[in-house]
């Protein structure tokens, strides 16, 4: 799959993928990822991709020719997806990353200054894609982070083990808890149950912790699905174990 990006400043994503997983992926050729300076589809000599808004407010937004052109110039896929990243943004979550990187190429389009002209929103972009419930400077974080998080879902970008267990995020559950070497540090100690050798027994705390977790954290999470049966019985035992406590 390919990801082109569309912004003022390409410089941004220079250093970003170097080392860890998503580099290995550029390398092996699973992932693209294209930068494009905007100001490369400006046509007048200013090289001018922002103007005033109408209706007198401050500051400066995005004109619409540029971005137009440089959607239509990059897409090789005639039905890639063109995001625009803000802050009025549907928010973007682990299924949306997923269904992502079963695209050919995926358009993402970063404004800057007091925004965008709404006709991106109208007339180019299939959707607006939020990252979280905060205003940043730009939208170039953004596609860092939407670019990162739709890689691990590439085939071959991350191992199987990790890709199923945090595949379990759009199934709306947090992982559970990790321990290594050494047994013991500065009074913590790892839970006896994980060198049981007993896998079943470990299999059932690891959901159990993960539950509770999400329960106590997240509960937003758990009230967007339905339960298992033995969900149910889990949180209860949960319960029970906290009021005879
Ligand atoms: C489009 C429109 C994304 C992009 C306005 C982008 C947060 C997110 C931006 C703006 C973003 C997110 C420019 C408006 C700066 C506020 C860039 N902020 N803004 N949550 N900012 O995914 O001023």
Request: aromatic share 8%.
């Amino acid at each position: 799959m390919r990801f082109d990006i569309i912004t003022i400043f390409p410089e941004m994503f220079v250093n970003i993928f170097n080392g860890g997983v998503v580099q290995k992926a550029l390398q092996k050729g699973l992932l693209e990822v294209h930068v494009h300076n905007l100001r490369d589809y400006t046509t007048d000599k200013h090289l001018q991709v922002d103007d005033r808004p109408f209706g007198g407010e401050e500051g400066m937004v995005f004109k619409p020719e540029p971005i137009y052109a440089a959607v239509e110039a990059i897409r090789t896929s005639p039905k890639a997806p063109v995001y625009l990243l803000s802050p009025q943004g549907r928010l973007f979550d682990g299924r949306w990353a997923a269904e992502m990187a079963g695209r050919e190429q995926v358009i993402l389009v970063c404004g800057r200054y007091e925004g965008v002209d709404e006709r991106i929103a109208e007339g180019l972009a299939d959707d607006e894609l939020s990252i979280g419930d905060y205003v940043l400077t730009g939208g170039e974080l953004p596609a860092m982070v939407v670019v990162d998080a739709a890689a691990r879902f590439v085939p071959g970008v991350v191992g199987k083990a990790a890709s199923v267990r945090h595949d379990s995020f759009v199934d709306g559950r947090l992982d559970y808890p990790h321990y290594t070497r050494p047994r013991e540090f500065r009074g913590l100690k790892v839970p006896a149950v994980l060198f049981s050798g007993d896998h079943k027994k470990i299999e059932a705390w690891r959901r159990k912790k993960a539950l509770d977790k999400t329960a106590s954290r997240r509960p937003d999470l758990l009230a967007q699905r339905a339960l298992s049966p033995e969900e149910r019985r889990i949180l209860a035992q949960i319960t029970k174990e906290r009021n005879e406590s």
